[in-house]
């Protein structure tokens, strides 16, 4: 791997842009109070981004999901309390985040751009969601930071759409994506993959179609060699229409929440597996980002400009046909 300096100015500096970005200012703009999810990163990757050369015309901005993209993962019961406040103290608690009107409109704006993420990815062959991968929510309930579920918005939307027959969810988000498992579990036309630490948050793990648990300490060896065992035989097996790629940055060495000591080298190696297994194949990909809680944000912003990075030389290796 190119030292990071060297390897972004060589990627970024003066160069077009093969694919679109998903952002909007207000996904940082929420307030949620001195809190260990850094919602500030979202800025600070754009802000990155700019600097490396990317001008604002690779951004779209998102809109916020209509009520019938979430009212297809969620029951109408819980999307009705959560626009009128009237979640339960156990409910907010739950959510691990202190309940406002803005959080509301920032979890509509989120889910709004992984499913924007979802379609342009669709027309490009890789677009990349500065946001999104709320992964815990599920049907009836928010949970984990996550309020509603953007993923599973968008594979439903696209579905309904009839843009696609099969899809494949790669969660490589430290936590298992259990929200997403709970709502997508039993739908034969969606193939969920989580790989993630299995002696941390959640405690309950419904079964994904493919659940992979790592432990505490496992590092890059096995961390990678676990990617490798599965990418892209799984691709090959489903061939789906469009994969959405959770690239987490929590699986970090030092990350606040996890364990998995995965270096900055090793997690732009998983990002390199999973975004040339899938368009080498012709299979688009949406990204989002998913969660990361390094001590020092800007740990969690290098993975993320990683991931760009990578979706970068790989879009540019295989091009939308």
């Not at 409910?91 to 959080?103: A, F, G, K, Q, V």
């Not at 994969?243 to 270096?263: F, K, R």
């Not at 040339?276 to 809680?293: D, K, M, Q, T």
Request: with cysteine; charged share 25%; hydrophobic share 45%.
């Amino acid at each position: 791997m190119l030292p990071h300096s060297m390897g972004l100015l060589e990627l970024f500096f003066g160069k077009k842009f093969p694919f679109k970005f998903v952002y909007s200012d207000e996904y940082w703009m929420v307030n949620i109070g001195k809190h260990v999810f850094p919602v500030r990163k979202y800025r600070l990757v754009y802000e990155k981004l700019i600097a490396l050369g990317a001008k604002r015309e690779n951004f779209l901005e998102p809109r916020p999901a209509l009520d019938e993209d979430l009212f297809r993962v969620h029951t109408p019961r819980y999307i009705r309390r959560l626009k009128a406040g009237e979640l339960s103290p156990a409910e907010i608690h739950m959510l691990e985040l202190p309940y406002s009107t803005d959080l509301v409109k920032f979890a509509w704006l989120q889910a709004g751009g992984t499913i924007l993420a979802a379609r342009q990815a669709l027309a490009d062959g890789l677009c990349v969601h500065i946001g999104g991968g709320f992964h815990h929510a599920f049907a009836d309930h928010g949970e984990g930071f996550c309020v509603v579920n953007d993923v599973a918005a968008a594979v439903e939307a696209l579905k309904a759409e009839g843009k696609i027959e099969r899809v494949m969810v790669v969660d490589c988000d430290l936590h298992q994506g259990n929200g997403t498992a709970g709502i997508l579990g039993r739908k034969d036309y969606v193939f969920t993959f989580s790989i993630h630490q299995m002696d941390c948050y959640p405690a309950d793990k419904p079964s994904s179609t493919l659940d992979v648990g790592l432990w505490a300490g496992d590092g890059d060896d096995k961390y990678l060699a676990a990617i490798r065992e599965h990418f892209p035989r799984l691709f090959r097996r489903f061939r789906p229409d469009i994969v959405i790629y959770l690239a987490g940055s929590d699986p970090l060495e030092g990350d606040q929440l996890g364990g998995l000591t995965v270096t900055k080298d090793g997690l732009f190696a998983r990002d390199m597996i999973v975004l040339e297994s899938a368009r080498g194949l012709g299979i688009p990909v949406a990204v989002v980002f998913a969660g990361g809680y390094a001590r020092d944000i800007q740990d969690s912003v290098d993975v993320h400009i990683n991931t760009i990075r990578a979706a970068q030389k790989v879009a540019r290796k295989w091009p939308r046909q």
